[in-house]
């Protein structure tokens, strides 16, 4: 492996995990502060400013993880069709259509 796929591995490799990092401390501020954002009635609460941006990562993450998985998931029922129909037509030679050749 080359020098540059290694290196881009590695980078989507940290990309991948600062994703998943936002993602469960947002969860975790929400779920640790869900009691003061009930009760609170102040529209000038950091807390609560804080609580709304984190619903709003989780709620676009959230959404761009489904889109990912119904593409992948397209995809690879694609590809399952395409083995399966060249499976069906590859299988077609001359000694499975009993074809005789003569000279």
């Known amino acids: 492996m080359n020098e540059a796929k290694k ?3 590695i ?3 940290c ?3 600062a994703v998943l990092f936002v993602m469960l401390f947002s969860l975790c501020f929400l779920a640790d502060h869900a ?6 009635h102040d529209s000038e609460c950091p807390i609560c400013r ?3 941006q984190c619903a709003t990562v989780v709620k676009q993450i959230g959404c761009a993880l489904a889109v ?7 995809v690879k029922w694609i590809s399952i069709f395409a083995y399966f129909v060249e499976w069906k037509i590859g299988k077609s030679t001359l ?3 009993k074809v005789r050749m003569n000279d």
């Open 35 to 40: 009691d003061h954002i009930a009760h609170c």
């Open 15 to 17: 990309a991948a995990a």
């Open 7 to 9: 290196r881009n591995r």
């Open 11 to 13: 980078i989507a490799l």
């Open 68 to 74: 990912v998985a119904a593409v992948v998931a397209i």
């Open 95 to 97: 000694i499975t259509q």
């Open 50 to 52: 804080m609580a709304d």
